[in-house]
């Protein structure tokens, strides 16, 4: 089984070099789109090395402190290091393949718009599919390895418990990496944005996408950087997370007869399986999209999506019945292969409900959205407002779907029931991603098309394309917090398990004070990247202006733009011999230089705080206070990620409704109107949000709760240690047991263990059954506490 888990994710790796090699052969256009595609790549990838040296760096000083924190502990042991560095290793390979393939296929797609829809969609689609399919390949691939080689090779006395909890180092690397990833990416892509938006198009009245704008090149290359790497390595962290937290779930059943009699890991390969399968899955229904000219990009992609789930569900229920027993008990509690299957189903389910209610508070021409855009004709403060109003709202259903997802899959399958319904949810996670992936591509492409001054049919297709290209991005998102959220609870209960904590009692004062500080910390996190995004969108909306100000090309060019209110078609033969010269004038090479260098400086403490704020907690708090901690974080990080991706969607969304032209009141607004400006403020307030902070949450609860894995064998209660019963001043304790009719007598010796001795002797301790009336007179009893 484990050989065949490892085989479908070098089957993933294939698939991908084989769309890679496919995206690469198709014709690249103009000089000019040649000239413009690799500005954005050679950005992308310098931004790419620079954080990579950064983390590598990082990487290697926590692999030292992990080797000697895994040397000195009982349940671990030096290697968890090696599967940490493995585990940000290929997070990182995950990420560089995904930004390589699509700062290849943007050029590409807007070529191929020349000919057709179909083969624009095509091109984009198969680029993404790159990114999809070397997340869930190298994802399956590094756990399935590491698990041969732990379980039967380096590790074979270890036991289970030990062999996860090296495992364990894996996801750690993974989140990470991620974190970073997505909080420099997407302070990255915000900075290029915002200046590109205000300056470009409210103050200079030029298209954030046209040649004149500096900021242009940087904020295509933020698509990639925040969108694609970003997406890429939180999806990878989710995926891999859900895995992991499902198999130390499962290690419990291993003892269970019947579990034994079936396939004794079974429950611990599950998971595994079921992400094997869905690479399957995934690479068949991409085989699925394709439209015609004139049709809808949108039903191409969800017929790929569509066909990839149900692929799954038959797929998962010969896994789940094939693996577990019919029924087995564990711990007086009895489990259902059946049940399995279901909380599988939920997840899958779940996963698609979060997508499509956030879709409709995000899509163009829906009521929360259309609402944003009728509060825009008063001014840019009631726009914030009403994307304010649309964003809290949003959060109600996502979290009625998650919440009984949670209960469902624990009615069926208990704690690992949760966790499945997250492995469910990630199964598909290749077409899913790729489908997210796609969009960045098509928005790059129709910011190529309109720096190329292509044809006006070209930018027609694009726009079609970026338009389903928004709406997958925003259904990404709910998906991606969604997924979050039960694998971060998956994580949390796997924690729990590990560091032997029965309960979290909010009544105690220290574990409420925790619950606390975990609330705060979304909020603090958030605050961070929104300040980060400011100062160094600060330093962009300087550098353009320097440009418009001192590069006199640029000047006169815009100059001329004014004059004709950004419609060139009618400028007189020396117009355009103006427009011509400022060709290639604006330095785009120095807003790249700006956004790469703030994102690198900037990410560095909300990352930190993510993995030093839970060890601190851990190690001076102990288990049960990082496990408030956890429930807080968890539960405020949940609602702020929801609120703030959805209010960024609704403000960008309605920026583009009134760019297309609306009627309001009986009066048309477009471009360049008030209502235009004011949408454009709310939609740059917005960016942080859906593209920084909102994102990052997700890793940010995720990763939290991977670290309180990492560190529970070090922080785990003694078992000893667990009053129940509190002696010290009572000579008698009763103990009634209920006993149905007709049964044995209960035998009350075995529910009494006497534990540690402690300082002084109790007196004697009675022990009375009426059921019996059999009296137990233990003598010398030298302890104070039973359990």
């Given amino acids: 089984m484990i050989y065949l888990i490892i085989a479908a994710g070098v089957m993933g790796m294939l698939f991908t070099f084989v769309k890679a090699s496919w995206v690469k052969k198709q014709d690249i256009g103009t000089e000019k789109m040649k000239t413009i595609g690799d500005h954005i790549s050679s950005g992308a990838m310098a931004f790419l090395k620079a954080e990579y040296k950064i983390l590598s760096i990082f990487v290697a000083s926590v692999a030292v402190l992990l080797m000697f924190k895994g040397a000195n502990e009982t349940t671990s042991n030096a290697f968890v290091a090696l599967s940490f560095v493995v585990g940000a290793l290929l997070s990182g390979l995950a990420g560089y393949l995904g930004m390589r393939i699509a700062t290849r296929a943007n050029v590409r797609t807007t070529n191929a718009a020349r000919t057709s829809l179909n083969k624009a969609l095509e091109v984009a689609f198969n680029g993404g599919a790159v990114m999809g399919l070397s997340v869930v390949g190298l994802g399956v691939l590094g756990l399935g390895v590491l698990f041969l080689v732990y379980n039967y090779f380096i590790g074979e006395a270890w036991g289970m418990t030990m062999v996860l909890n090296v495992i364990s180092g894996f996801s750690l690397g993974a989140s990470s990496i991620a974190l970073f990833a997505r909080v420099g990416g997407g302070i990255y892509t915000k900075a290029a944005d915002v200046g590109a938006d205000l300056v470009g198009k409210v103050e200079a009245g030029i298209p954030e996408d046209h040649p004149l704008n500096p900021a242009t090149i940087a904020d295509n290359v933020g698509d990639n950087v925040g969108d694609v790497a970003g997406m890429g390595a939180d999806l990878f962290e989710s995926f891999v997370g859900s895995i992991l937290a499902s198999m130390v779930l499962g290690a419990a059943f291993i003892g269970a007869d019947a579990v034994k009699e079936t396939f004794e890991l079974g429950p611990v390969l599950l998971p595994l399986s079921l992400a094997a399968v869905g690479i399957v899955t995934s690479i068949i229904g991409a085989l699925f999209v394709r439209t015609k000219e004139g049709g809808n990009p949108q039903t191409a992609l969800n017929t790929g999506e569509f066909v990839a789930a149900a692929l799954m569900v038959g797929a998962s229920y010969f896994l789940i019945t094939n693996m577990l027993p019919e029924t087995w008990h564990t711990n007086s509690n009895t489990f259902h292969s059946n049940g399995v299957f279901w909380a599988t189903i939920i997840g899958l389910v779940s996963g698609l409900l979060v997508g499509k209610i956030t879709e409709y508070y995000t899509a163009t021409n829906k009521k929360p959205v259309n609402s944003i855009v009728d509060k825009s004709m008063t001014g840019p403060a009631t726009n914030i407002i009403g994307g304010l109003e649309v964003g809290m709202k949003s959060t109600a259903f996502p979290i009625l779907v998650i919440a009984g997802a949670i209960m469902g899959a624990y009615y069926f399958a208990g704690l690992y029931g949760i966790a499945i319904a997250a492995v469910g ?363």
């Fill in 425 to 787: 949810m990630l199964a598909n996670t290749g077409i899913q991603l790729a489908i997210d992936a796609y969009g960045p591509i098509a928005d790059n492409a129709g910011g190529i098309a309109e720096m190329s001054e292509l044809e006006s049919e070209v930018r027609q297709r694009t726009d079609k394309l970026d338009a389903v290209g928004n709406t997958t991005a925003a259904v990404g998102k709910g998906f991606a917090i969604a997924s979050a959220a039960l694998t971060a609870l998956a994580l949390f209960s796997a924690f729990m398990q590990q560091a032997n904590v029965e309960t979290i009692d909010i009544s105690q004062p220290n574990i409420i004070a925790g619950l606390f500080v975990g609330a705060m910390l979304p909020f603090l996190f958030s605050a961070m990247a929104m300040g980060a995004v400011g100062r160094a969108a600060r330093a962009m909306i300087d550098e353009v202006r320097r440009q418009f100000r001192d590069i006199e090309p640029l000047k006169n060019a815009l100059e001329v733009m004014r004059r004709h209110d950004g419609d060139v078609s009618n400028v007189t033969a020396e117009e355009q011999a103006i427009l011509d010269a400022a060709d290639g004038a604006a330095e785009y090479d120095k807003c790249v230089e700006i956004s790469t260098n703030s994102s690198l400086r900037e990410m560095v403490l909300p990352g930190l705080l993510a993995i030093i704020v839970p060890t601190v907690v851990g190690y001076v708090g102990g288990a049960e206070v990082l496990g408030g901690l956890l429930a807080g974080v968890t539960s405020a990080g949940v609602l702020m990620a929801i609120f703030q991706s959805n209010a960024g969607g609704a403000w960008d969304n309605a920026k583009k409704m009134i760019e297309e032209g609306v009627e309001i009141d009986g009066e048309e607004y477009g471009k360049g109107s008030d209502v235009h400006k004011a949408a454009v403020v709310g939609d740059t307030v917005g960016d942080p949000f859906k593209d920084t902070s909102g994102p990052s949450l997700n890793i940010l609860l995720k990763l939290m709760s991977v670290v309180a894995l990492v560190i529970a064998p070090s922080i785990a209660i003694d078992m000893d240690d667990v009053p129940t019963a509190d002696v010290t001043d009572k000579n008698t304790i009763e103990i009634t047991v209920n006993q149905a009719e007709g049964e044995q007598p209960a035998t009350v010796e075995t529910a009494i263990t006497i534990v540690e001795p402690k300082e002084r002797q109790a007196t004697d301790l009675a022990v009375n059954t009426e059921a019996t009336d059999k009296i137990i007179q233990p003598t010398e009893i030298t302890t104070n506490r039973l359990q």
